[in-house]
T-cell receptor, first 111, second 113 residues
Framework: DQQVKQNSPSLSVQEGRISILNCDYTNSMFDYFLWYKKYPAEGPTFLISISSIKDKNEDGRFTVFLNKSAKHLSLHIVPSQPGDSAVYFCAARKYGNKLVFGAGTILRVKS | NAGVTQTPKFQVLKTGQSMTLQCAQDMNHEYMSWYRQDPGMGLRLIHYSVGAGITDQGEVPNGYNVSRSTTEDFPLRLLSAAPSQTSVYFC????????????FGQGTRLTVV
């Protein structure tokens, strides 16, 4: 029962263009959503989050959009840079501090 | 500025052996957790703790034990290793409360042969 789904295993974009990573969830009780970035042989690092009461949060080149009616969120990276190449995990918080993760999307930014 | 420290980074075990993965954090976080990462499955929660002396099961707890005697340490024990436990293990910590992200260790790559 995958409560958080990232349906695109990989995404390739050209440097300078926009990267859009998508995430769908099934549990309407999630109250917080987070994106993590992971490089090979390292632990995930927090990127950006959004509360379920908001529909957008922006931090520099990164913007997360939340569509509660569609149970969908997306991460926009503008402009994309080669250093953004990594695995991106979408995560959702149900209660307390427990996080449910998606399977991840590999982003490759070509220079 | 250590954050979350996991040891060892790599380990090879034979089926049936036991071992303990160590995790320590220096941020005085109440909440600590263990995840395993497998291809195509993201990170799955094994066990978690909301404070010293309190632990609970996550999504995939079978074959693993934990204890939390101090705020800083949260070891994960494999009682009798099986090939299905071959994975990358991550420990994470966070303060209790709303909106706070988890900080992850660098991971332990475990192979059970």
């Amino acid at each position: 029962d995958q409560q958080v789904k990232q349906n695109s295993p990989s995404l390739s974009v050209q440097e300078g263009r926009i990267s859009i990573l998508n995430c769908d969830y099934t549990n309407s009780m999630f109250d917080y959503f987070l994106w993590y970035k992971k490089y090979p042989a390292e632990g995930p690092t927090f990127l950006i989050s959004i509360s379920s009461i908001k529909d957008k949060n922006e931090d520099g080149r990164f913007t997360v959009f939340l569509n509660k009616s569609a149970k969908h969120l997306s991460l926009h990276i503008v402009p994309s840079q080669p250093g953004d190449s990594a695995v991106y995990f979408c995560a959702a918080r149900k209660y307390g501090n427990k996080l449910v993760f998606g399977a991840g999307t590999i982003l490759r930014v070509k220079s | 500025n250590a954050g979350v420290t996991q040891t060892p980074k790599f380990q090879v075990l034979k089926t049936g052996q036991s071992m303990t993965l160590q995790c320590a954090q220096d941020m005085n976080h109440e909440y600590m957790s263990w995840y395993r990462q497998d291809p195509g499955m993201g990170l799955r929660l094994i066990h978690y703790s909301v404070g010293a002396g309190i632990t609970d099961q996550g999504e995939v707890p079978n074959g693993y034990n934990v204890s939390r005697s101090t705020t800083e340490d949260f070891p994960l024990r494999l009682l009798s290793a099986a090939p299905s436990q071959t994975s990358v293990y991550f420990c994470a910590s966070s303060p209790m409360g709303g909106g706070t992200e988890a900080f992850f260790g660098q991971g332990t790559r475990l192979t059970v042969v």
